[in-house]
Every structure is written in structure tokens, then in C-alpha cells.
């Protein structure tokens, strides 16, 4: 399948943000600070679908050769597919925060509580509109990146009549989602000769609950393209080229098309069943709630410094989902409420030590132990039964959370005109960390989902859940280097540079084993093992400039099923693992002050136009998305009251 698509989002965004300060006295201050922000954001997308059959194709990489049409142009493209989307959030954010500051005698107190707030309403409009009119064509893919498609005597003339263009059905989908979350912290510092001491306790209370719907409806009488208002430009070329498989030959103005359905309502047929299922399975609740304390302590002798502490952790979570169920036929037969909790403890010592060579040379030497939590949509304990296509998935709530531990060694060096050169190595030991997991049930049975499923009641269906990984590690290399070249005469003093480079090489045990039972290892998902950051600055006066360029090595994205495909001439088994191709981009920055409180900026991002590639084992054989987001440039003015 090649899907060409275009797609642009505006966003309009509002905020402001208020802060008070009242000092009582030269030992004591509070602070009241709050601030709203309002998101508005859009996104267009326009689309075709070219669908050869596969039993049209003549090699592997070509179609044709088939009945009807000229030679060679077998394959047609009988109600050619357009699909038109306008998707819509509204996205509010609230907080306020109340916290003070008191010196004491002999030691300082803050404390603070505070409130958060996000609210997320969204719309999804799916036009959906087939030809009548049949076109031949040639689709050859022997360049997965680059596929080619002709017609059969194809010019713009050709392109589907706009009264040929029938509008078939709007799929409507609507979602509000909220947020709020609660917190309370309190610290004490409390100085002794040359050591300090702080201990304190926070608390974090989260609440998550959502909906969603969607109406399926169909037209009660026959439209086409021709009724609706139309964006003039004719030809988009997607992918900057100009073939014409990568045209749209026109875009709808969705906004008008958004008005003519809510217009047209009473006469679209719903879909009751669709709006059914995702009612009764989109519904969820969740409560998290961390409690923590803590205790550190900093000692300074001669040229050493020492960090140590603490800080224990107990989260408690609780969970609303649903249990849904589609029959054999394809009907959705209703859904029921399950209930998950489960609560954990952590203990996270650290310690550094820092030696200092010289004054403007330090050794560090560090251990500390951290956790990556399990998200929400992985511990949902909502689950899927589908006799149709016989899958079974669903989030997984008795997942651990991941804990890591690591050790860092670095070397550091600052200049005497800014700037600082550092080396550095790591080591990380990582358990339990948490991935998506794919297989087919045996005849034992599933454990682990929201309850054990029959033993043998769903063997060979496909599942699909979050797991825990028995253990990773990542290790390697860092350095950077950052400095102003104002040693460097004239015009060129005015510039700056920084760049740094990191290696990891990460392995990770998913369950993979071979015929021995040896541990298949695997590359940490999402780990870039080389990642280069570079840029360049120039400021004079009140103008100032910035280039930079980032570029990530090739990365294993998803882990597919733990079973391998049988090799045919490789010698190495082969997963159905996903992975992203390198990406890069570069980036400016440009501010100018005119006056103490009024400055103008522009912001560029993707300069470069990166060409985002999906794939599976081999980019140039199995390429499963190739996407262009385009380049995107703010600007804007600031004032300071």
C-alpha cells in the first residue's frame, strides 16, 4: 500500500502567568505564583490510497501482466480512495503554587503546596470520498524509499471528475480527557562547620479520568466532491516531487466541510453499534498517589566534597478500566468494569565524590539509583477480547516499575573565558524495565492481563500487552566541549561553540532464547547508540544568533514477537522488530534587543526538511512509513512590563 499524504497544523496558543512576592521581613518571604495557558491546535491531513492487489504483481517488485487495459497496466485503481481529516484539541492548563521560605537560627524551612490542571477536548472529522471512474496503472517498487506509479494515458485531465468524486461516509470521533494533580513538599537545611544536612518529605497525588465517542454515519443521499468548498491551489506535490502519483488534485476546506455536517446531521444513519463499542471501552479512571522522604547530607575537607543521602518512595495506584468483548461475527456483545491496584516501595541511596585537581579542573565520581515508572496506558487494566480476529490485549497493571542503577565518572574543565571541556563514562544496570509485548498464546494460557485467562481457552491468538524486561544494561562515553572564542581577534571574537558526543551500547533481556536456552540479547528499545550535538553562536551588542545540528544514529524502536523467522541465507535470526533511521536536525535561533524591556525573536526548527523512515530489518528492503514534517519557523515580539 502507498498512502501520499499531506498534512499542516496551525496551533494558536494563550497564556499568562501572575507571581506575587511579599517579605515580611529580611528572614522570611512568600511566594504566590500561578499561570494559564490555552492551546488551540489543528491539524489537516490530506490523503490517497493506491492499493495494488497482490495477486497483480508480476515480479516481486511490480504489478502488471494481468487482464484488461494496455499492456503492462493491469492492476486498476477501481473507486479511488481520497481521505480528508481535520482533527481539533482544545488543550487547557491551569496551575497555582503556594510556597515560603523562613531562616532560622540555625537552620532555613520552605515548604510548598500547589495544583495542577489539564483538560484535553479533541474532534476527529475522517471525509471519506471513492471514484466511480476506474483508472489503470503500474505500481513498481523495486526502490521501497522512492515507489513508482503509472497510468495508463494519464494527464491532468484525467484526474477523478469532481462529480465522479462521491462522498461515502464521516467517520466523527470525540474525546475529553482531565487531569489534576495535588502536591506538598516541605525541606529543611540545616549548616554545621563544614558539613550540611537537608531532610524533608513530599507528597504527589495525581487523578485521571476520560471518555471517548465515535459516530460512523453515512450519507441518507448522494453527494460529491463538487458540493464542497475547495482550497484554489490545484496540484500539491507531496515529497517534493512532481510525479504525479504524488499529487492531490485538489483539497477540501475543512473548516466548511466541518459546518456542512453538523448542518446536514439529521441526515446521516448512524452507526450504533461503532458508537457502542467505543463508549462502553473507552472509559477509565486512575489515582496515583508517591509519598517520599528524604536525607543528604554535603561535606567539604581539603580539596574533596562529598554528597550523600537517601530518599525512600511508596506509590500506591488504583485503576478503572474495561472488559470488552467482540463476537466471532464482528459484533461487539458489551463491556464490564475491572478494577486493578497495587502499591510499591523504593530505596534511592546516592553518593558523589568530587575531587578538585586544580581550580578550574574536578574529578567526579558518582552511584545514585533512579526509576522509570510504568505510564498509564501500560497499566490500564482494560482488556480486549476478540473472537473476529482472535486477539487478546490490553495493558498489564502488575507491572514493576524500572529501577536503575548507575555509576558515572567525570572529568571536567572549566575555562577562564566560559566555557568547559568534559569527559565521561557510565554504567547503567536497569531491571524490570517495561515494553510492548507480542505473541501468540500457547496452550497454557495467558497470566499477567487483568485476570488469568483459560488455560487453552485462547491458544493461538495473537496477544498483545506491556511486559517486564528481566534486565538491561547500558554503558559507554560522553564528551563535550563549550566555550567562547573570544580569545581570537577582531570580528571572530564575537563567536561561541559547543558540540558533544556520546556512545551507548545497551543489550536487554526480553524473554529471547535459543535452541540451547541461552539468552538471545537485544538492544535496549529507543537507545541511540551514537548521538553528535554541535552548534555555533554569535552575539554583538544587543543581537545575538544561534545555529545548532543534532544527528542520532539508526535505533530499534518496538520489539515484534519472541519468535524468529526461520533464516533463509542469514546466518543470524531475524525478528520482527521496528526500527527508526538516523535522524537529524538543525535549528536557529535569532534574538535582538532593541530596548531594555522590548525584543524581537524567530525561532527555526527542521532546516534541514528531515526525511523520517520506519522499517524492519533492512530500511531499503522493508521501509514501513517514510514520512517529510516539514520546516517550522516562529517569530514573534516580547515585551517586559
Avoid: C
Avoid at 523495486?142 to 494515458?153: A, G, I, K, M, Q
Avoid at 572529568?411 to 501468540?440: A, E, M, P
Amino acid at each position: 500500500q502507498l498512502r501520499p499524504r499531506m498534512r499542516f497544523s496551525p496551533t494558536d496558543r494563550y497564556g499568562t502567568a501572575m507571581q506575587f512576592t511579599f517579605q515580611p521581613t529580611d528572614r522570611t518571604t512568600f511566594h504566590v505564583q500561578g499561570m494559564f495557558n490555552y492551546l488551540e491546535r489543528e491539524s489537516h491531513t490530506f490523503q490517497k490510497d493506491i492499493s495494488p492487489e497482490i495477486g497483480r504483481y508480476y515480479t516481486p517488485n511490480q504489478t502488471g501482466n494481468g487482464s484488461g487495459g494496455a499492456e503492462g497496466f493491469s492492476t486498476n485503481w477501481a473507486m479511488m480512495p481520497f481521505d480528508f481529516q481535520l482533527d481539533e484539541s482544545d488543550i487547557h492548563q491551569y496551575t497555582f503554587q503556594f510556597s515560603a521560605r523562613h531562616l532560622f537560627e540555625r537552620m532555613d524551612m520552605e515548604y510548598a503546596l500547589g495544583w495542577g490542571h489539564g483538560r484535553t477536548i479533541g474532534n476527529t472529522y475522517n471525509f471519506e470520498f471513492r471514484s466511480n471512474e476506474r483508472y489503470d496503472y503500474l505500481v513498481n517498487i523495486e526502490d521501497r524509499l522512492h515507489p513508482e506509479v503509472d497510468f495508463t494515458y494519464w494527464s491532468p485531465q484525467h484526474w477523478p471528475k469532481e462529480e465522479a468524486m462521491t462522498f461515502r461516509r464521516i467517520d466523527h470521533r470525540w474525546n475529553n480527557h482531565i487531569d489534576n494533580e495535588f502536591l506538598g513538599r516541605i525541606d529543611f537545611t540545616v549548616p554545621f562547620k563544614q558539613t550540611t544536612f537537608k531532610f524533608g518529605a513530599s507528597a504527589i497525588m495525581s487523578y485521571k479520568d476520560g471518555k471517548s465517542e465515535r459516530y460512523r454515519q453515512e450519507l441518507l443521499s448522494n453527494v460529491t466532491v463538487k458540493l464542497f468548498d475547495k482550497i484554489p491551489n490545484r496540484d500539491w506535490p507531496l515529497f517534493e516531487r512532481s510525479h504525479q502519483a504524488y499529487q492531490l488534485p485538489w483539497l477540501l476546506d475543512l473548516h466548511s466541510a466541518r459546518d456542512w455536517y453538523y448542518t446536514n446531521y439529521p441526515n446521516f444513519r448512524t452507526d450504533m453499534e461503532v458508537w457502542a463499542q467505543e463508549k462502553e471501552t473507552s472509559k477509565y479512571f486512575a489515582n496515583e498517589n508517591t509519598f517520599a522522604g528524604y536525607g543528604m547530607m554535603t561535606v567539604r575537607f581539603g580539596r574533596f566534597t562529598f554528597l550523600g543521602g537517601v530518599r525512600v518512595e511508596h506509590t500506591t495506584n488504583s485503576y478503572d478500566g474495561r472488559d470488552a468483548r467482540i463476537s466471532q461475527s464482528g459484533n461487539f456483545l458489551g463491556a464490564e468494569d475491572v478494577k486493578a491496584s497495587n502499591d510499591f516501595t523504593n530505596l534511592f541511596p546516592n553518593a558523589q565524590l568530587v575531587f578538585a585537581l586544580s581550580r578550574f579542573t574536578n574529578v567526579r565520581l558518582a552511584y545514585s539509583r533512579s526509576i522509570g515508572r510504568p505510564g498509564f496506558n501500560e497499566l490500564n487494566p482494560q482488556l480486549m477480547r476478540d473472537y473476529y480476529s482472535e486477539r487478546l490485549s490490553g495493558g498489564n497493571p502488575n507491572l514493576k516499575p524500572m529501577v536503575a542503577n548507575n555509576l558515572d565518572f567525570m572529568v571536567d574543565h572549566y575555562f577562564l573565558n566560559v566555557g568547559q571541556i568534559s569527559l565521561g563514562l557510565f554504567y547503567k544496570d536497569l531491571t524490570d524495565f517495561v515494553y510492548r509485548f507480542q505473541d501468540i498464546i500457547g496452550p497454557g494460557g495467558v497470566e499477567g492481563l487483568v485476570t488469568d485467562v483459560e488455560e487453552g481457552l485462547y491458544a493461538g491468538w495473537n496477544w498483545s500487552t506491556y511486559m517486564n524486561g528481566d534486565e538491561a544494561t547500558v554503558y559507554g562515553f560522553e564528551m563535550s566541549w563549550q566555550q567562547n572564542l573570544n580569545f581570537l581577534p577582531g570580528f571572530l571574537s564575537n563567536f561561541g561553540v559547543y558540540t558533544t558526543y556520546s556512545y551507548a551500547h545497551s543489550v536487554s533481556d526480553i524473554g529471547r532464547r535459543d535452541t540451547d536456552g541461552n539468552v538471545v540479547w537485544a538492544p535496549l528499545a529507543g537507545q541511540r547508540p551514537h548521538v553528535v550535538n554541535a552548534g555555533l553562536d554569535f552575539s554583538l551588542g544587543g543581537f545575538f544568533t544561534q545555529m545548532s545540528y543534532q544527528w542520532g544514529a539508526p535505533s530499534l524502536s518496538s520489539y515484534g514477537s519472541p519468535r524468529w523467522v526461520p533464516p533463509i541465507q542469514l546466518r543470524e535470526r531475524v525478528y520482527f522488530d521496528s526500527y527508526r533511521d538516523a535522524a537529524n536536525n538543525m535549528s536557529m535561533t535569532v534574538r535582538y534587543r532593541l530596548t531594555e524591556n522590548f525584543r524581537l525573536w524567530a525561532d527555526g526548527s527542521n532546516l534541514l526538511n528531515y526525511r523520517s523512515i520506519s522499517y524492519q530489518y533492512d530500511r531499503d528492503y522493508y521501509p514501513t512509513n517514510v514520512s517529510l514534517s516539514g520546516r517550522t519557523v516562529n517569530a514573534g515580539i516580547h515585551y517586559t512590563f
